[in-house]
């Protein structure tokens, strides 16, 4: 086997931030490599480097033995190295032909391009119409044009950034069918995906990054999903950091709640079932586009469902609207700042008002006292140590971990009974996350029933009694985070569903038993 | 050469100084347009702007002042509650239309009683015709999804086709000797939408205008439901977080604006305008998008706005008599108005930078 490209000793930091840390790895010629993580552990960072549009710190990079330095883009494609972003940029007016005329360095005549586009894709099994409106296409069929542009340049090495997210089942089989063909002609494909089934069907090798570093490499074929998955969340199970409590009553029950998809790349939540005690923090982990946002939006009120689906305190709330249900004592915080749990251009009075309008009483009859909401704002503002020049700062001003404090403190504040935090840390830095999670045990100390649902593993293990499994819409029974394995979050995550609570000293031997060296670390 | 730089925040300056500069640049390019018809630009501006107000027959064109700022700024306070929430009622002048039938159906209906109480269930009727003229649109959209832009619009036609029915046959006047109309409200005592105070155009429809002014301003400023209303324009996934209910809004949008427009209608049809005829309507309902926006969607912005409208409708009609310019040339000028102030509008929320020529 020849090597493609070898990455030697790459760095790259960021404020506050080491995005990749003496990463190297070697991507075989025609061979389809994985490249493994969660999100922030710097696979985007990487491939960007890979791709001219950033430039690495430290280390070298060699193509065919040749120092390989990309500039930009450009230079990079001039090599032979084209990428297939996960948001496509394609303008939905202009025809397929069109659009990838538009992404070309040098485009041939529009006649000449219809009909390469035409031989390509027949070729490649992914037939498109170069004459179709871009609008009226399906997400896979767009996908299908940003694939085309890189296969027009005749690549050498295909970048391919979570390209399964917005596919269907068929689809990806299409999709895969092309990579595997594209692989044997001797294209190299990197493929970025935390999809651990996919890649063990697809991929020959995996390398996998935590934290900006190297932390393993394997042959996907023969190495477990579990054992992957260990991998990507790290061996090492942190202790929560606070002692158990004595959970009290219920205080939030959601019995079989299921729901259609709002719109067509949605989840459909099917049979969720969980009750979070009085003190208890509920951790819901899980890939993104599994649910997430579907399932806060539910339990928000955004969108509604049965009365009984779920009960705050024993109450009825499903069929109930958002201000009700705050009424009721259940207050939420989206996953985006911006636009939904926040509006940008609003000043930070404005927005403390947003939500807090009926917990903290700012308008009689509908009239709205300005004076209370300021002072509301200031509050959160002093008991969140948000950084900004006053109450009259647009929200969109401020920085993400600021406004976050924000964000999490106007809900934390309200004294809830119910609090559900989708993301709370996502994009903040260091110092301000452990801020927002001490806020969350210390609410959830004072007899509040908490739940986290988080991408970061650690950051759940770090918080939460209880753990739960959020695959495809379904969530997994909780179990108890105490005592907790790496390999049994590896099959919930996986979706191993139905697998049924162990006996606590079964749980506490495979802990033990997972905290054994592990084979696909290299030394 | 330059470039554009956007703002951390919308300039407060160019807000506000934005309406003047589009004044200005509208003056200075009209000119050059009424100059290239061979006509004298200042003598045409100085029509215009200068004689409705300060001319030598400014006593006749004072009055008329109000009468045509009444209803654009009445109109224009609605659609702006509607704008800012980013629903599009175009369709003003069909509810305005509908609101002036219903109203005059009722004084028709009555004719000739007198009785202190057919006005006022006048103005009732006007405004809930041109509130269910409106809620078509929103109805329409909250159900099956539709684009109330069009559909508001579209309806201004089918309104326009009812007038022209309603003054050829059901309200036609039996006694009017088989002309097309009405019966002639200012001559029904009962029904008369008179001046206030006589002599001025201060009609009550003047004085409806300025209290929905005043109560924009504090629905806008010190109600949840202004407050929501921005919300939704700014953020709409914010707005369902903030439990605001988007068909709801939608439908108080679409139905409150078009209330307004009603009453305009209404006020129209019983006092300047006297009867319903197929000319009834002269575009208020259009030109109140553009008082909106020359207004910055604030309700005493509008009510410059309205006021400078109307004084560029008066004083069209003046240049047109004094220097000669066909109407079209107005309407063109009217719409450079709108144009300029989108255009400078860049301003607000970019600066212009001298870029450095790097080597």
Same mark, same amino acid.
């Given at each position: 086997m020849t090597d493609l490209l070898r990455i030697e000793g790459i760095s790259k930091s960021y404020p506050g931030v080491k995005a990749n840390d003496d990463v190297s790895f070697t991507i075989g010629a025609g061979r389809i490599h994985a490249l493994l993580g969660e999100n922030g552990a710097g696979k985007s960072t990487l491939v960007k480097m890979i791709y001219g549009l950033v430039r690495p710190d430290n280390g070298r990079m060699e193509m065919r033995g040749a120092p390989y330095q990309p500039s930009e883009p450009r230079a990079a494609r001039g090599m032979g190295v084209a990428m297939v972003f996960q948001h496509f940029s394609l303008f939905n007016a202009l025809s397929v032909a069109e659009n990838v005329a538009l992404g070309m360095d040098n485009p041939p005549a529009m006649r000449d391009l219809a009909r390469r586009i035409r031989e390509v894709s027949e070729g490649y099994g992914l037939? !498109?119409?170069?004459?179709?409106?871009?609008?009226? !296409?399906s997400a896979g069929e767009r996908q299908r044009i940003e694939i085309l542009r890189c296969l027009l340049q005749d690549p050498k090495l295909l970048i391919m950034d979570e390209p399964t997210s917005v596919l269907t089942p068929q689809e990806v089989m299409i999709l895969f069918g092309t990579l595997r063909q594209l692989a044997a002609e001797g294209t190299s494909i990197l493929y970025i995906s935390h999809k651990l089934e996919e890649i063990r069907s697809l991929c020959g090798d995996a390398t996998i990054l935590r934290h900006g570093k190297v932390v393993g490499s394997c042959n996907p074929r023969a190495t477990s999903a579990r054992a992957m998955a260990e991998l990507m969340v790290g061996a090492t199970l942190r202790a929560p950091a606070r002692g158990a409590s004595t959970p009290g009553k219920a205080a939030l029950e959601v019995s079989d709640l299921t729901l259609p998809a709002t719109h067509p790349f949605g989840t459909t939540l099917r049979g969720i079932n969980m009750t979070v005690r009085q003190g208890e923090v509920f951790g819901i982990g899980g890939v993104a586009g599994n649910g997430q946002d579907e399932l806060l939006l539910a339990l928000s009120g955004e969108v509604r469902s049965a009365a009984g689906a779920v009960r705050v305190l024993g109450k009825p709330v499903g069929d109930r609207d958002v201000n009700s249900r705050r009424r009721a004592g259940l207050v939420t915080a989206p996953e985006e700042r911006l636009g939904h749990a926040a509006v940008p251009e609003m000043s930070l009075t404005e927005n403390a008002l947003l939500s807090g309008a009926v917990r903290k009483g700012l308008a009689r009859r509908g009239f709205i006292d300005w004076n209370a909401a300021q002072g509301w704002a200031a509050e959160i503002i002093a008991a969140f140590d948000v950084r900004t020049r006053g109450t009259a700062t647009p929200a969109g001003a401020l920085s993400g971990g600021n406004l976050q404090k924000f964000v999490i403190g106007r809900e934390i504040l309200q004294k809830p009974a119910v609090i559900i935090v989708n993301q709370p840390t996502w994009g903040v830095d260091a110092a301000a996350a452990a801020f927002i999670r001490q806020a969350l045990l210390d609410l959830a100390a004072e007899g509040a029933a908490v739940v986290v649902i988080s991408q970061d593993i650690d950051e759940i293990l770090e918080i939460a009694d209880s753990f739960a499994a959020l695959n495809e819409g379904r969530l997994s029974p909780p179990r108890p985070v105490a005592g907790l394995t790496l390999d049994q979050i590896g099959l919930m995550l996986g979706g191993a569903h139905g697998t049924q609570p162990a006996e606590p000293d079964a749980l506490h031997s495979a802990h033990l038993a997972s905290e054994q060296e592990d084979p696909h670390v290299p030394t | 050469m330059f470039r554009l730089e956007k703002r951390p925040e919308p300039s407060r300056l160019w807000t506000w100084g934005t309406p003047v500069l589009a004044v200005v640049a509208t003056m200075i390019v009209g000119g050059l347009l009424f100059a290239a018809m061979g006509k004298d630009p200042l003598l045409a501006i100085r029509a215009i702007f200068w004689d409705p107000l300060f001319g030598p027959n400014a006593s006749y064109f004072r009055p008329q002042l109000l009468v045509k700022a009444g209803p654009l700024i009445l109109i224009a306070i609605g659609l702006s509650f509607g704008f800012r929430a980013a629903i599009?009622?175009? %369709?003003a002048e069909g509810q305005y239309i509908i609101g002036a039938l219903a109203g005059a159906g009722v004084a028709l209906a009555a004719y000739p009683a007198e009785n202190p109480l057919i006005f006022p269930a006048m103005v009732v009727a006007g405004a809930l015709g041109g509130f269910l003229w409106g809620l078509i649109p929103a109805l329409l959209r909250v159900?099956? %999804?539709?684009?109330e832009i069009l559909v508001s619009l579209m309806l201004v036609y089918v309104a326009e086709n009812i007038l022209s029915y309603m003054a050829h046959g059901p309200m036609k006047n039996p006694q009017g000797y088989g002309f097309p109309g009405s019966r002639n409200l200012q001559q029904y005592p009962s029904a008369h939408n008179a001046e206030v105070i006589a002599g001025t155009g201060l009609h009550w429809g003047v004085l409806t205008a300025l209290a929905a002014v005043v109560l924009g301003y504090v629905l806008l400023n010190r109600h949840l439901f202004g407050f929501q209303i921005r919300v939704a324009g700014q953020a709409p996934r914010a707005a369902r977080f903030a439990g605001i209910n988007p068909n709801r809004l939608a439908a108080l949008c679409l139905g409150g604006s078009g209330a307004l427009a009603g009453l305009a209608g209404i006020f129209e049809v019983s006092g300047p305008g006297g009867q319903i005829t197929d000319a009834f309507n002269v575009g208020y309902g259009f030109t109140a998008i553009i008082v909106a926006f020359l207004g910055r969607l604030h309700p005493f912005g509008i009510l410059l706005a309205g006021l400078l409208m109307a004084l560029t409708y008066i004083g069209g009609e003046t240049a047109q008599l004094v220097v000669g310019l066909p109407a079209a040339a107005i309407q063109a000028f009217q719409g450079m108005l709108l144009f300029f102030l989108l255009a400078f509008d860049l301003l607000t929320h970019y600066r212009i930078r001298r870029r450095r020529i790097t080597a």
């Open positions: 037939p !498109l119409d170069p004459t179709r409106i871009v609008g009226d !296409l | 599009w009622n175009i %369709g159900r099956f %999804g539709t684009n």
